[in-house]
């Protein structure tokens, strides 16, 4: 079992910057994948960004450039540093850990981007 706690989120104005966590924890082994997805109202649920565990990332167009995942491995952790954030941001943002096939998701932290 994994459990996966978010937080971070909130009410912000355009242009600002917010950082995610999600810390794991229960059964983690090596070698996991960890990311972010996240999901805004009447849309389904995207990707944003993920990171393995030796680093390697991989981002949606739409935050290249403005958003960055990086993990602390021996905390089992992974932020999610989001700068210039935009109304269209706006969202449920999920944290996401896969293992051995298996994903697992935290509650998700609510981001609002509005003036």
């Known amino acids: 079992q994994v459990q996966l706690v978010e937080s971070g989120g909130g009410l912000v104005q355009p242009g600002v910057s917010l950082r995610l966590s999600c810390a794991a924890s229960?059964?983690?082994?090596?070698?996991?994948?960890m990311g972010w997805y996240r999901q805004a109202p009447g849309k389904q649920r995207e990707l944003v960004a993920t990171?393995?565990?030796?680093?390697?990332?991989v981002y949606a167009d739409s935050v290249k450039g403005r958003f960055t995942i990086f993990r602390d491995n021996a905390r089992n952790t992974v932020y999610l540093q989001m700068n210039s954030l935009k109304p269209e941001d706006t969202a449920v943002y999920y944290c996401n850990l896969e293992q051995g096939g298996r994903p697992s998701w935290g509650q998700g932290t609510q981001v609002t981007v509005s003036s």
């Open positions: 229960g059964v983690i082994f090596s070698l996991n994948t």
């Open positions: 990171a393995t565990w030796t680093g390697v990332t």
